[in-house]
């Protein structure tokens, strides 16, 4: 984050990272915001299970994730569960259906920038044991791993470890 030295608007390199959420510049009174981004999570459920799927990218390639992503500008946080489940999984989602869980604070490193999020989680049940089609630049693999059978070091996000150690005692 300390990296930007320039300020957009005069040019100069008096632009300063405040160690949390802004740059100011000191040259022209500039400043630029970096606040916290939306992400949500869902709990694909079959019974006692839970379908996983393992990071095919930085950061923490090869961890257990849940499927997933990014608030897009103008979009709810059930409209992005319906994007992403599509875009990753290839699964079309009933948008009424998924249940909202809880929400927590999490950190999201992407090429040097550390990004502060806020990650909705939702639960999503289903009848059957999906036929999915990965996007494989995102995700390597899905599995199913029952409630009880969870390694909560396989996980990928601090967040995401978080929330599964309430969810499995509950």
Request: glycine fraction near 4%; aromatic fraction near 12%; include cysteine.
């Amino acid at each position: 984050m300390s990296d930007l030295k320039f300020c957009p608007k005069c040019g100069n390199s008096s632009l300063q990272w405040d160690d949390e959420k802004k740059w100011s510049c000191s040259n022209c009174d500039y400043v630029l915001f970096h606040n916290v981004a939306g992400a949500v999570a869902v709990i694909i459920k079959h019974g006692e299970e839970i379908l996983f799927t393992r990071r095919n990218q930085e950061p923490k390639k090869g961890k257990l994730d849940l499927a997933g992503g990014f608030v897009d500008p103008k979009e709810s946080a059930e409209e992005t569960c319906v994007r992403e489940l599509f875009e990753e999984l290839n699964i079309k989602v009933d948008i009424s259906q998924l249940k909202y869980l809880a929400s927590l604070p999490n950190t999201y490193e992407y090429k040097n920038i550390l990004y502060n999020t806020i990650d909705l989680f939702y639960e999503y049940e289903v009848s059957e044991k999906l036929e999915l089609h990965l996007e494989l630049s995102e995700i390597s693999e899905t599995i199913w791993v029952k409630k009880d059978q969870i390694n909560l070091e396989d996980i990928a996000f601090d967040s995401q470890k978080i929330f599964f150690k309430n969810y499995i005692n509950s």
